[in-house]
């Protein structure tokens, strides 16, 4: 059964930095998105299965990188320069079809979400 396991989550001042980890119980493509309340879920990064081909939302350009460890099955979220609107519950996710990586769905399986706090 595929699982995936988020952790890493928590409180930080703006400005501050997180790293969010994704533990998949078998290698695929994956993907973040986030939630904040009362919004819609945000695609936010995606990574192939090889780690070759990397997505990034516009809104986490140049903050927030992707990267995975093949050898663990798990894929990391590094988020720097963290915003208030950041706040969100940060969700991976198995990517099926290993594209479409803003496309909820091309996910089918999702982990049970990590909560990002960030205050001003």
């Known amino acids: 059964q595929v699982q995936l396991v988020e952790s890493g989550g928590g409180l930080v001042q703006a400005g501050g930095s997180l790293r969010l980890s994704c533990a998949a119980s078998e290698r695929f493509a994956m993907g973040w998105f986030r939630q904040a309340p009362g919004k819609g879920r945000e695609f936010v990064a995606g990574?192939?299965?090889?780690?070759?081909?990397?997505a990034i939302a516009n809104s986490v350009q140049g903050r927030f990188t992707i990267s995975r460890d093949n050898a663990k099955n798990t894929a990391y979220l590094q988020m720097n320069s963290l915003k208030p609107w950041d706040t969100a519950v940060y969700y991976c996710?198995?990517?099926?079809?290993?594209?479409?990586?803003?496309?909820?769905?091309?996910?089918?399986?999702w982990g049970q979400g990590t909560q990002v706090t960030v205050s001003s």
């Open positions: 996710a198995r990517n099926k079809d290993g594209d479409f990586w803003d496309d909820l769905g091309a996910y089918d399986y």
């Open positions: 990574i192939s299965w090889s780690g070759d081909t990397k």
